[in-house]
């Protein structure tokens, strides 16, 4: 079992930037990967950005250039960097890990509200 604890997110304005934070439970040595997802209501959940404990990432298509993920081993954390939010990126974002056993874990979510 892997425990995910995700922090960061609230309001911003258009064109601002947020970061997200998410903690594991276990090594991230021990996972396949860590990431995000988010769903915004009335939409399927969605791939936001994954990377692996040795820094190999893959970003959606719709956040591609504007979000970043990064990772601290030391910390079991993964980061999501947002800069250039759009209304359209409010949504709720989910932690997502994977491990080698192909067995997931979602965090808890936390909501990213893009408004003036």
């Known amino acids: 079992q892997v425990q995910l604890v995700e922090s960061g997110g609230g309001l911003v304005e258009p064109g601002g930037s947020l970061r997200v934070s998410c903690a594991a439970s276990v090594s991230i040595f021990s996972l396949d990967y860590m990431g995000w997802y988010r769903q915004a209501p009335g939409k399927q959940r969605e791939l936001v950005a994954i990377?692996?404990?040795?820094?190999?990432?893959t970003y959606g298509d719709s956040v591609l250039g504007r979000f970043s993920i990064s990772i601290d081993n030391a910390k079991n954390t993964v980061y999501l960097q947002m800069n250039s939010l759009k209304p359209e990126d409010m949504a709720v974002y989910f932690c997502y890990v994977r491990t080698p056993g192909r067995n997931t874990y979602w965090g808890q979510g936390t909501q990213v509200t893009v408004s003036s």
């Open positions: 990377i692996t404990h040795d820094g190999v990432t």
